[in-house]
């Protein structure tokens, strides 16, 4: 089969002029490119590169043009964690890099009082439950009113209580203890949450796909499927939907239906599998059960669109209670691991 030749320049998007590029520049700066690169951009511009066929010389010589034009007539760059990163690692310690990347990814703020205040709720409150009550009434002496009224709210309520008066009878903190705390926030909690930030791409783009309607999702799906299957396995894996519901135990079933919107649970339901709807039946009052069920049966047709939402918004109160501790989702198969 003879190799297609491109021949108009106009017809190139941005993907196939970078391998054009890379591949005139001689495999030395190509590899050097490479390696300021992710996997996932290496593989693409790889891919393009090998279904390139015959680029003609007017082409090449069009696309240094432009280039050459862009970079003298804008001067702009775009910069990321990443690549900064790699930058950094070409000129400074690995320890280093850590140090610096760590300060620039943690939450905003000077002090490390208004880093904290950039901190949800509920994370911190998960790490300060696990302190001293001396330590953690400290805290919330220096961070704002309403955030530590929030973080109050999600410690356990023995804990929060001792906290409460361990702040009320406390003097003024010696600055060397001050300085002890800011310490152990900085290397046990701000670090991990510097790390942490770097999230799996794969588990944003689930967490994308369960906020897509039920079209376009498979419609997504589908289409990833055949150009990144492993991707897409690993996608699927990730997310979580109406239907997992079922790997819920009895108390989070019980913890869902409390918390969840008495509007919307009826329109849910509608739209859900018999295994789903006898779930929630069943660990409901007898009274309760009965009175869903008729609401159920009284709202005549529903909009799929109706559905998809109101079961989105009972997946959110789920996610919610689990991020709290007060739901567990049991993992696929017998290992029953958790999703965090």
């Known amino acids: 089969m003879a190799l297609r030749v491109r021949e108009d320049y106009r017809t190139l998007n941005g993907t196939e002029k970078a391998a054009i590029f890379m591949l005139s520049i001689g495999e030395e700066h190509t590899a050097k490119l490479f390696e300021f690169m992710d996997d996932d951009e ?100 220096k961070i704002n009113p309403d955030h530590a009224a929030r973080v109050l709210t999600l410690l356990p309520e023995g804990f929060a209580m001792e906290v409460i008066n361990r702040m009320l009878k406390m003097e003024a903190v010696q600055k060397d203890v001050l300085d002890d705390i800011e310490k152990t926030l900085k290397i046990e909690f701000m670090s991990n949450l510097a790390k942490t930030a770097r999230r799996d791409s794969h588990e944003m783009m689930a967490e994308i796909f369960n906020c897509l309607d039920r079209s376009a999702e498979a419609r997504f799906m589908e289409s990833l499927e055949e150009i990144e299957p492993d991707s897409a396995e690993k996608i699927r894996s990730l997310m979580f939907t109406f239907e997992d519901l079922s790997r819920l135990d009895p108390a989070s079933i019980q913890a869902v239906i409390r918390a969840a919107d008495k509007d919307k649970l009826p329109t849910a339901l509608k739209g859900a599998t018999d295994t789903i709807k006898d779930l929630f039946f069943s660990n409901m009052s007898e009274r309760a059960s009965k009175i869903l069920k008729e609401d159920i049966a009284a709202m005549g047709p529903v909009k799929l669109k109706d559905v998809e939402e109101s079961q989105m918004a009972i997946v959110n109160v789920t996610k919610d ?19 965090y």
Do not use: C, H
């Open 42 to 141: 290496i593989m693409e511009i790889s891919q393009t590169m090998a279904n390139l066929g015959k680029v003609s010389a007017s082409v090449v010589e069009r696309l240094f043009v432009d280039f050459a034009e862009q970079m003298s007539s804008t001067g702009s760059l775009v910069g990321t964690m990443d690549s900064t990163e790699r930058l950094l690692e070409r000129v400074l310690g690995k320890d280093k890099v850590n140090s610096i990347m760590e300060e620039i990814r943690g939450p905003a703020g000077r002090t490390m009082w208004e880093k904290l205040g950039n901190v949800s709720e509920e994370i911190l409150a998960s790490f300060l439950q696990k302190e001293y009550p001396q330590t953690v009434s400290v805290v919330m002496t």
């Open 321 to 339: 209670l689990e991020a709290r501790g007060e739901v567990q989702i049991a993992g696929d198969g017998d290992d029953d691991q958790l999703i």
